[in-house]
């Protein structure tokens, strides 16, 4: 914890589980069913899995829960993962979001044509976005799952010629989402927009999930040059964006401000402290915790790192 030893840390009791059954070292979102109090009951993604985990957020400690089944995608008789990438709470849903991407292949091993069809399959694993009712603690009713939001990114002008490219070619992908007056905010890491702007999608719930039109809106919002949305998560009456590089190289990692609604954004903190120059440390996804006249309680959580390495930051109030 060497670049975070300056900030509060807090212990995982219990296991978040990742791959195999091993300890998760690629959380990648979080959520709760309550926005004030402690305990709250929450869900957390592992990108790697098809699975979501249930914990309990205590002031102090994460203590992690039951397991719950998101997909059953396979190919080939293996089973194919969701890499979901965020997590949301609304309305008694929570919400899982995959990625909507190609398959992550550092080394090359996909090739376009021998793995056609294995690349389509993972692609159409990851281009969901999962629901069910829940109280926070367990499931209440039944998974529902839907492919929508594909056809609608592809009618966007902006993004539909980045589908399904590899996330080193500016891929199209998605890592948050939030869930707001009705409507779902799906924030992409790449490809990025003219202008260092990221792109923010709006749609209808019930345009994905129900029968409704979709009302699709882009926000593009300013986060500079090589930055995009790593997560996204409601507060009050607006959104905490957490900012990251496109690449996989070093920072800038940032939270801001938007007000869900406008192409403006405004920044409340650089996380260089906190992350360090190394590049190891890449802050993924945001739960916010409270707030006094100090400012906001953030609990950031971090990829490559075991159980997520949780951290609180606090920010100037919004």
Not at 1 to 18: D, I, K
Not at 166 to 171: A, D, P, S, V
């Amino acid at each position: 914890m060497a670049q975070a030893s300056r900030y509060e840390t807090w212990p995982v009791r219990g296991r978040l589980r990742g791959k195999n059954g091993k300890k998760s070292k690629d959380v990648s979102g979080i959520d709760c069913a309550t926005a004030q109090g402690f305990p709250r009951a929450g869900l957390v993604i592992d990108d790697n899995m098809q699975e979501a985990q249930f914990v309990s957020v205590k002031d102090g400690e994460i203590v992690a829960g039951d397991m719950i089944t998101l997909i059953d995608d396979s190919f080939d008789g293996k089973h194919l993962e969701l890499d979901g990438e965020s997590v949301a709470y609304a309305g008694g849903y929570f919400y899982v979001i995959g990625s909507h991407g190609h398959p992550r292949d550092s080394k090359r091993r996909l090739h376009p044509d021998k793995d056609a069809a294995r690349i389509a399959a993972q692609i159409a694993a990851s281009s969901q976005i999962v629901r069910f009712r829940s109280d926070g603690a367990q499931a209440t009713g039944p998974i529902e799952r839907t492919a929508k939001l594909r056809t609608l990114i592809a009618q966007q002008p902006d993004l539909s010629s980045y589908q399904d490219r590899r996330l080193e070619k500016n891929g199209l992908t998605i890592e948050g989402i939030a869930v707001r007056r009705g409507r779902i905010l799906v924030g992409f890491r790449g490809p990025p927009l003219k202008g260092g702007r990221a792109a923010v999608l709006s749609v209808a719930v019930e345009g994905v999930f129900g029968k409704v039109a979709p009302d699709a809106r882009l926000y593009r919002l300013p986060l500079g040059k090589g930055t995009s949305v790593r997560d996204l998560a409601t507060f009050g009456d607006g959104v905490l964006v957490l900012a990251g590089p496109i690449g996989s190289g070093p920072g800038p990692f940032e939270i801001y401000w938007w007000d869900g609604v406008s192409d403006n954004a405004r920044l409340l903190k650089n996380l260089a402290d906190v992350v360090g120059k190394s590049g190891k440390w890449k802050a993924e996804a945001l739960l916010p915790l409270d707030e006094d006249a100090s400012g906001l309680r953030i609990l950031v959580l971090f990829d490559g790192q075991k159980e997520a390495a949780p951290v609180i930051v606090s920010v100037r109030r919004p």
